[in-house]
């Protein structure tokens, strides 16, 4: 797979501001880097979703928010309400986090039965399912991808970034063999850079996570946020 252009690339990218503290002058800014650089969408927390919206009108940038973050234990119910809350005010995409305790303890039914709540609230609205790979062993990440596959969610998402690390290239491969063609692989948490993007995209990545969209489509130097 040859490298993506700069134009195309910026069309992989989330751009993301999840902070606690952000503030509404840091989302505007946000969506106007988003804009500007012609990124797929800006990923803000869900009190940030009108504000955002707000400031995309009229422009093909989409507003992305995440649900039941960052930990994912939660009910699901409120998952649910989130969500449905969130799309009112105007997101056009959901990316929850999945009940990783469940997970880990075999209660795939549970798991599944939590997606599958958030994912009849999404409605049309495509979902994207988080994984947090790095607290998971490699049969739970196949397990989360395959009760993913079956409910036929839009994408599964590496990290949220507010764990131990982040998006890996072997994690972005694993998914994308489990999950097959037709669903999207997000990788989030540490890319910051072309090479790192250009890399998870070789892997099977069809979106990228980043606050450091703006570096990755210049060529510059990031920080050392998501």
């Known amino acids: 797979m040859t490298s993506l252009d700069p134009t195309a690339l910026a069309q992989t990218i ?20 988003a804009r500007e650089h012609g ?12 504000v955002a919206a ?21 009910l699901s119910a409120a998952k649910a309400a989130e969500t449905m809350l969130t799309i009112a005010a105007g997101a056009q995409e959901i990316d929850m986090v999945l009940n990783i305790g469940w997970l880990k303890e075999g209660l795939y039914t549970d798991v599944r039965d939590d997606i599958a709540a958030v994912l009849q609230a999404c409605g049309e609205v495509p979902l994207k ?9 490699n049969a739970q990440k ?3 991808c395959e009760i993913c596959r079956e409910l036929g969610v839009a994408f599964v998402k590496t990290s949220t970034g507010f764990s131990r690390s982040g998006a890996t290239l072997e994690d972005v491969a694993l998914m994308r063999r489990v999950v097959g063609p037709d669903i999207g692989v997000k990788a989030s948490g540490g890319v910051r850079d072309v090479a790192t993007a250009q890399a998870m995209i070789q892997a099977g990545a069809t979106r990228l996570g980043t606050s450091s969209g703006i570096a ?11």
């Open 14 to 33: 989330d751009h993301t501001l999840l902070a606690a503290d952000a503030s509404r002058e840091q989302i505007a800014t946000l969506c106007a880097e």
């Open 39 to 50: 990124f797929y969408s800006v990923c803000v927390n869900s009190s940030q979703v009108p």
């Open 54 to 74: 707000r400031h995309l009108a009229g422009s093909a940038v989409k507003v992305c928010a995440v649900v039941g973050f960052p930990l994912g234990a939660g």
């Open 129 to 137: 399912v988080i994984l947090e790979t790095c607290l998971l062993d």
């Open 142 to 144: 196949v397990r989360a």
């Open 216 to 226: 990755i489509v210049t060529g510059g130097q990031a920080g050392s946020g998501y």
